[in-house]
């Protein structure tokens, strides 16, 4: 899909900017292997917290929090697993969704603690 991957940088980015708001610190984004990607990698006290970010224009078919499938879920954890076995740390961590919808200004909510 071209122009994919700007469109769903924007998304990030904004997504960053109002996790650092609200206090959040970015430690890696984009982090891929072979489970999969994770979008942002934040931490909020001594808590890492993994975020996905998604994005619909509307809350058809559920919204953007919807798009966050058990399966996605289970690969966002072996992601995750990974991820902090090569940075050989022990974290208390969490998975946060950010999910954005509409046109600008965008809604974004922030679920905690998502799954």
Not at 12 to 39: H, I, K, P
Not at 74 to 100: E, P
């Amino acid at each position: 899909m071209q122009g994919g991957n700007s469109k769903g940088a924007f998304f990030e980015d904004l997504a960053l900017n109002y996790l650092q708001q609200q206090g959040l610190t970015l430690l890696a984004r984009n982090v891929s292997c072979r489970f999969g990607e994770l979008d942002l990698v934040c931490q909020q006290q001594k808590q890492w917290v993994f975020v996905e970010v998604k994005y619909r224009q509307n809350n058809s078919f559920g919204g953007a929090a919807a798009a966050v499938t058990l399966s996605k879920q289970q690969k966002l954890r072996q992601t995750a697993a990974w991820f902090l076995q090569q940075q050989q740390k022990q974290a208390d961590c969490r998975f946060d969704v950010v999910a954005i919808s509409g046109d600008s200004p965008y809604q974004i909510e922030w679920i905690k603690n998502a799954f």
